[in-house]
Protein backbone atom coordinates (compact mmCIF):
# COMPACT_ATOMS: atom_id res chain seq x y z
CA UNK A 1 0.00 0.00 0.00
CA UNK A 2 1.09 3.15 -0.92
CA UNK A 3 2.15 5.62 2.25
CA UNK A 4 -0.14 8.45 2.78
CA UNK A 5 1.51 11.79 1.75
CA UNK A 6 -0.43 14.33 2.82
CA UNK A 7 -0.49 16.52 -0.32
CA UNK A 8 -0.68 14.26 -3.36
CA UNK A 9 -2.94 11.59 -3.93
CA UNK A 10 -2.94 8.61 -1.51
CA UNK A 11 -6.58 7.22 -0.78
CA UNK A 12 -9.19 5.63 -2.68
CA UNK A 13 -12.14 6.91 -0.42
CA UNK A 14 -12.90 9.96 1.75
CA UNK A 15 -16.38 9.22 3.92
CA UNK A 16 -17.52 12.06 6.08
CA UNK A 17 -20.40 10.92 8.19
CA UNK A 18 -22.70 13.60 9.40
CA UNK A 19 -20.00 16.07 10.04
CA UNK A 20 -19.17 17.90 6.94
CA UNK A 21 -21.20 20.67 7.80
CA UNK A 22 -19.42 21.10 11.16
CA UNK A 23 -16.18 21.05 9.37
CA UNK A 24 -14.27 24.26 7.15
CA UNK A 25 -16.27 22.66 4.11
CA UNK A 26 -14.27 24.17 1.43
CA UNK A 27 -10.67 23.60 2.93
CA UNK A 28 -11.88 20.16 3.31
CA UNK A 29 -12.94 19.63 -0.10
CA UNK A 30 -9.69 20.89 -1.49
CA UNK A 31 -7.94 18.95 0.87
CA UNK A 32 -9.52 15.61 -0.58
CA UNK A 33 -9.38 17.05 -3.89
CA UNK A 34 -5.65 16.60 -3.23
CA UNK A 35 -5.57 13.49 -1.56
CA UNK A 36 -7.69 11.12 -3.33
CA UNK A 37 -6.17 9.37 -6.31
CA UNK A 38 -7.45 9.98 -9.74
CA UNK A 39 -11.22 8.29 -9.95
CA UNK A 40 -11.27 7.91 -5.94
CA UNK A 41 -14.39 8.83 -4.13
CA UNK A 42 -15.08 11.42 -2.00
CA UNK A 43 -18.80 10.76 -0.27
CA UNK A 44 -20.77 13.14 2.48
CA UNK A 45 -22.97 10.58 4.77
CA UNK A 46 -26.07 11.68 6.22
CA UNK A 47 -28.82 9.80 8.28
CA UNK A 48 -31.98 10.71 9.77
CA UNK A 49 -31.78 11.92 13.64
CA UNK A 50 -33.08 8.99 15.77
CA UNK A 51 -34.99 11.69 17.96
CA UNK A 52 -36.88 13.22 15.23
CA UNK A 53 -39.40 10.49 14.70
CA UNK A 54 -42.92 10.52 16.20
CA UNK A 55 -43.02 7.29 17.72
CA UNK A 56 -43.32 7.22 21.67
CA UNK A 57 -39.79 6.30 22.24
CA UNK A 58 -38.15 8.94 19.85
CA UNK A 59 -40.22 11.48 21.36
CA UNK A 60 -39.19 10.81 24.79
CA UNK A 61 -35.47 10.74 23.09
CA UNK A 62 -35.97 14.34 22.51
CA UNK A 63 -37.63 15.37 25.36
CA UNK A 64 -34.72 13.84 27.36
CA UNK A 65 -32.39 15.06 24.80
CA UNK A 66 -33.86 18.92 25.17
CA UNK A 67 -33.59 18.87 28.85
CA UNK A 68 -30.09 17.74 29.17
CA UNK A 69 -28.92 20.18 26.48
CA UNK A 70 -30.08 22.88 28.85
CA UNK A 71 -28.63 21.98 31.45
CA UNK A 72 -25.26 21.40 29.88
CA UNK A 73 -24.99 24.01 27.38
CA UNK A 74 -25.07 21.45 24.26
CA UNK A 75 -27.15 24.40 22.12
CA UNK A 76 -23.75 26.30 22.06
CA UNK A 77 -21.79 23.61 20.37
CA UNK A 78 -24.14 23.56 17.71
CA UNK A 79 -22.37 25.85 15.10
CA UNK A 80 -25.07 28.77 15.09
CA UNK A 81 -24.66 29.53 10.99
CA UNK A 82 -24.29 26.12 10.15
CA UNK A 83 -27.78 25.27 8.39
CA UNK A 84 -27.44 28.99 6.29
CA UNK A 85 -24.25 28.55 5.12
CA UNK A 86 -25.64 25.42 3.38
CA UNK A 87 -28.66 26.63 2.17
CA UNK A 88 -26.49 29.39 0.44
CA UNK A 89 -23.73 27.02 -0.51
CA UNK A 90 -24.97 23.47 -0.56
CA UNK A 91 -22.31 20.66 -0.39
CA UNK A 92 -22.57 19.48 -4.09
CA UNK A 93 -21.63 23.33 -4.97
CA UNK A 94 -18.33 23.05 -2.39
CA UNK A 95 -17.08 19.78 -3.78
CA UNK A 96 -17.37 20.86 -7.61
CA UNK A 97 -15.77 24.13 -6.11
CA UNK A 98 -12.48 22.03 -5.57
CA UNK A 99 -12.69 20.89 -8.23
CA UNK A 100 -14.22 17.48 -7.51
CA UNK A 101 -17.09 15.94 -9.99
CA UNK A 102 -20.27 15.35 -7.99
CA UNK A 103 -21.86 11.78 -9.27
CA UNK A 104 -25.41 11.90 -7.08
CA UNK A 105 -27.28 11.18 -4.32
CA UNK A 106 -28.50 7.95 -3.53
CA UNK A 107 -30.56 6.68 -0.40
CA UNK A 108 -29.93 3.45 1.83
CA UNK A 109 -32.86 2.13 3.44
CA UNK A 110 -32.22 0.16 6.29
CA UNK A 111 -34.21 -1.64 9.34
CA UNK A 112 -32.84 -1.21 12.51
CA UNK A 113 -33.60 -2.28 16.02
CA UNK A 114 -32.04 0.02 19.33
CA UNK A 115 -32.04 -1.42 22.41
CA UNK A 116 -31.46 0.78 25.46
CA UNK A 117 -27.86 0.35 25.35
CA UNK A 118 -27.39 1.09 21.55
CA UNK A 119 -29.90 4.55 22.29
CA UNK A 120 -27.35 5.71 24.87
CA UNK A 121 -24.40 5.16 23.15
CA UNK A 122 -26.24 6.78 19.84
CA UNK A 123 -26.88 10.02 21.99
CA UNK A 124 -23.06 9.76 23.64
CA UNK A 125 -21.87 9.56 19.60
CA UNK A 126 -23.24 13.12 18.87
CA UNK A 127 -21.01 16.43 19.98
CA UNK A 128 -23.79 17.81 21.76
CA UNK A 129 -24.02 15.13 24.45
CA UNK A 130 -20.81 13.14 23.90
CA UNK A 131 -19.15 12.12 27.56
CA UNK A 132 -16.95 15.25 26.72
CA UNK A 133 -19.92 17.91 26.87
CA UNK A 134 -21.55 15.65 29.59
CA UNK A 135 -18.37 15.73 31.75
CA UNK A 136 -19.24 14.40 35.60
CA UNK A 137 -23.43 14.39 35.00
CA UNK A 138 -22.59 11.31 32.22
CA UNK A 139 -24.56 8.71 34.87
CA UNK A 140 -27.14 11.18 35.35
CA UNK A 141 -27.93 11.65 31.63
CA UNK A 142 -27.88 7.66 31.07
CA UNK A 143 -30.05 7.17 34.26
CA UNK A 144 -32.69 9.74 32.50
CA UNK A 145 -32.98 8.53 29.63
CA UNK A 146 -32.65 4.64 30.31
CA UNK A 147 -35.86 5.74 32.72
CA UNK A 148 -37.82 7.75 30.19
CA UNK A 149 -42.01 7.43 31.19
CA UNK A 150 -42.91 4.86 28.74
CA UNK A 151 -39.96 2.33 29.65
CA UNK A 152 -39.07 1.23 26.10
CA UNK A 153 -37.07 -1.88 25.47
CA UNK A 154 -36.48 -1.75 22.09
CA UNK A 155 -37.54 0.67 19.19
CA UNK A 156 -37.25 -0.79 15.56
CA UNK A 157 -37.20 1.79 12.44
CA UNK A 158 -36.49 1.88 9.07
CA UNK A 159 -33.20 4.52 8.92
CA UNK A 160 -33.25 6.84 5.99
CA UNK A 161 -29.44 7.00 5.55
CA UNK A 162 -27.97 8.31 2.16
CA UNK A 163 -24.60 9.94 0.68
CA UNK A 164 -23.95 12.14 -2.00
CA UNK A 165 -20.88 10.57 -4.18
CA UNK A 166 -18.24 12.20 -5.92
CA UNK A 167 -15.54 11.51 -7.78
CA UNK A 168 -11.60 12.71 -8.62
CA UNK A 169 -11.06 13.54 -11.89
CA UNK A 170 -8.56 11.69 -14.03
CA UNK A 171 -6.17 13.92 -14.49
CA UNK A 172 -4.97 16.01 -12.17
CA UNK A 173 -2.09 16.74 -9.59
CA UNK A 174 1.39 14.88 -9.78
CA UNK A 175 3.69 14.65 -7.17
CA UNK A 176 6.07 11.75 -4.93
CA UNK A 177 6.70 11.28 -1.69
CA UNK A 178 10.60 11.25 -0.41
CA UNK A 179 11.80 9.96 3.19
CA UNK A 180 12.54 12.46 5.48
CA UNK A 181 14.52 12.09 8.91
CA UNK A 182 15.52 8.81 10.18
CA UNK A 183 14.35 5.01 8.93
CA UNK A 184 12.52 3.89 6.14
CA UNK A 185 8.78 4.07 8.14
CA UNK A 186 5.99 5.18 6.25
CA UNK A 187 5.30 7.73 9.08
CA UNK A 188 8.40 8.91 8.09
CA UNK A 189 7.57 9.95 4.33
CA UNK A 190 6.96 13.16 3.43
CA UNK A 191 5.50 15.11 0.52
CA UNK A 192 8.14 16.26 -1.63
CA UNK A 193 5.85 19.40 -2.49
CA UNK A 194 8.54 21.19 -4.88
CA UNK A 195 7.37 17.90 -6.92
CA UNK A 196 3.66 18.73 -6.94
CA UNK A 197 2.26 19.96 -10.10
CA UNK A 198 -1.10 20.57 -11.55
CA UNK A 199 -1.75 18.89 -14.86
CA UNK A 200 -5.10 21.02 -15.50
CA UNK A 201 -2.59 24.02 -16.21
CA UNK A 202 -1.36 22.21 -19.60
CA UNK A 203 -4.99 21.27 -20.15
Known sequence: MRPFCGEVWAVDVIAI???FHRLPRSRVAARAYRWLRPGGRPALVWSQSLRRGELPLQRDMADVVARWM?????HDRVPADAGQARRLVPDREVLEGAGLEVVGTFGLP???T???RALVGNVFSTSVLSREALGRRVEDFEADLRGSPRGHDSLTETIDTAYE???APG???TGSCR???RGSHPRS???DLSAVSDSRKSE
Not at 70 to 74: A, L, Q, Y
Open 17 to 19: GNA
Open 70 to 74: DRVGG
Open 110 to 112: APH
Open 114 to 116: WNP
Open 165 to 167: LGR
Open 171 to 173: RRR
Open 179 to 181: PVG
Open 189 to 191: ERC
